[in-house]
């Protein structure tokens, strides 16, 4: 079914100014604290309003998009807003990267664009589409699509299409098969995109098993859907998910990867991780999750880990925000809180009288991280910064009430780096505990602990602690060329200034020249 919408003219102030009466209110969040239910929806978003929102948004691009329009037009072709950019625009959260299809092929897409568009690029003219900017916006327009996939890889044979029915019913999700003809602004929604939407279910055009077997990455699509917009997925689309989830082992990891990437930075990732968990997906991509599903023994009580971790990703998210409401996600925080307790199920033990252990958990969870996260294709900076989140996560437990020496507190600083406000975080984030009493003696311990940096960092400028004597001047008082002793006294020099803290010239000089004898290295009696 096409359902035609009719906007107000472009043109019409009379429109605009009733437009403007309407007040904005895009779909409502649902709360991602909570853990997710995918048998339950949220409340339904009347119609109106995401209609609204999308006319006002359109209203908002008419002049790139009707200009673009009228030249498509001109040329005897069509063009539709389609996609994402339909999706956003009913949230009105449209930006200014656009989607449009047409019945042009691409070779006449860039003869429209030549002459109008301030730039063209044809990096993707293999698949249809053809990139342009205009006035800020950036423009991808794409040949009607009727691809046909082998379902063994996920690449599909590219085959143009004549209609926008055609190429609607072979998108991922039915939210994102919505169109609008421009410029009369004739809305196309042969799937019922709209209702998906408004009643926040992720759905898809075909089944679910054709879908996914066509690409299985559209699961992963799903679960990251889940985590960005909040949407509950539909009981078939799940059902589709869990028999098919070993059909992802068919995509590249890079293609995993930034899936993932894009489902931890997510408004809900909550949401999304267990959706993978639920569905086994995770047992392919990330089967480290799963696997802190530990059975809890009577006899032997300890926290659910995979609960734990998802508590710990919830609260490290409130406090990104905490300081700063206005902040990008950070993924490498939500990377480790996510997997900061990988470790555990490896270094589980039974105590003796009914305890439980996890020793150097944070040891082992550090080599997992490195493990995990080069199959998946992190960046190195990504992947080390990770590991070593996880690898200090527990330092701060060795505090107790205070009795760090301040070396200690020198050393905890100087070895998270540039990573100790994320590590505040990360530690902050894992006190879990159902215990107010300790919850808040643990926040009030690191409340001291960070004074005592904040003190010492005004001192003696901690994030830049150095050898009381550099490379050179090492060199000048030993007569030592440059090679490893070198690196060797300014190391030992280093430790010093942790544990003393700064040294007074003379009293450095001293201490090098009495380790240079203990290494045989011969130094005058003085410096």
Not at 8 to 23: C, Y
Not at 45 to 62: C, D, M, Y
Not at 345 to 357: C, N, Y
Request: net charge negative.
């Amino acid at each position: 079914m096409v359902v035609t919408r009719e906007g107000p003219p472009s043109a019409s102030a009379r429109g605009r100014d009733e437009l403007r009466q309407v007040p904005w209110s895009p779909v409502p969040p649902t709360n991602h604290a909570q853990p997710s239910n995918h048998a339950a929806r949220p409340a339904p978003v009347h119609r109106g309003k995401a209609q609204r929102n999308a006319v006002l948004e359109l209203l908002r691009i008419a002049p790139v998009a009707d200009e673009l329009a009228e030249r498509f037009v001109a040329a005897g072709h069509r063009l539709y807003l389609v996609g994402g950019s339909v999706r956003d625009a009913l949230l009105g959260r449209l930006g200014t990267d656009l989607d449009f299809t047409t019945d042009a092929r691409p070779e006449q897409v860039q003869r429209v664009l030549s002459g109008w568009a301030e730039a063209v690029w044809d990096t993707g003219i293999a698949f249809g589409t053809v990139g342009a900017t205009k006035r800020g916006a950036t423009l991808e327009i794409t040949t009607f699509r009727a691809d046909v996939y082998d379902r063994t890889t996920r690449n599909p044979e590219v085959t143009f299409g004549d209609s926008i029915e055609g190429d609607l019913v072979r998108r991922d999700f039915t939210v994102n098969a919505m169109a609008v003809e421009l410029p009369e602004r004739r809305f196309v929604d042969p799937h019922d995109g709209m209702e998906a939407l408004v009643d926040r279910v992720l759905d898809t055009p075909a089944t679910p098993e054709e879908s996914f077997a066509d690409d299985p990455l559209r699961m992963l699509r799903a679960a990251r859907f889940v985590s960005q917009l909040g949407f509950e997925p539909a009981p078939r689309v799940v059902t589709a998910m869990t028999a098919m989830a070993g059909e992802i082992e068919r995509i590249t990891a890079e293609r995993v990867q930034t899936e993932l990437s894009k489902l931890l930075c997510g408004a809900h990732p909550r949401k999304g991780i267990e959706l993978l968990v639920d569905t086994g997906l995770a047992d392919h991509v990330l089967p480290e999750v799963p696997a802190m599903r530990l059975e809890i023994d009577e006899h032997h009580q300890h926290k659910d880990v995979y609960h734990h971790s998802l508590v710990v990703l919830d609260q490290a998210i409130a406090l990104e925000k905490r300081d700063d409401p206005d902040a990008e996600p950070d993924l490498v925080l939500r990377l480790a809180a996510l997997l900061h307790d990988i470790g555990k199920p490896a270094t589980r033990r039974f105590e003796p009288g009914g305890g439980v252990s996890f020793h150097h958990h944070e040891v082992v969870g550090a080599k997992m991280v490195r493990k995990r996260l080069r199959a998946l294709r992190f960046s190195k900076e990504i992947t080390e910064d990770v590991a070593k989140l996880v690898y200090l996560h527990l330092r701060f437990h060795g505090y107790g009430t205070g009795q760090w020496t301040d070396s200690a507190v020198r050393r905890y600083v100087t070895d998270a780096g540039p990573l100790l406000s994320r590590l505040h975080k990360l530690v902050r984030a894992d006190c879990t505990t159902r215990n107010r009493r300790k919850a808040q003696a643990l926040q009030r311990t690191y409340d001291d602990l960070e004074a005592r940096i904040q003190r010492l960092s005004d001192e003696e400028d901690l994030r830049r602690v150095r050898p009381d004597l550099d490379g050179n001047e090492i060199m000048r008082l030993l007569g030592l060329p440059p090679g490893p002793l070198v690196g060797r006294a300014w190391k030992h020099l280093k430790e010093l200034r942790l544990d003393r803290g700064p040294l007074e010239h003379d009293e450095a000089v001293a201490e090098l020249f009495r380790w240079a004898r203990e290494q045989g290295i011969d130094v005058p009696d003085q410096p």
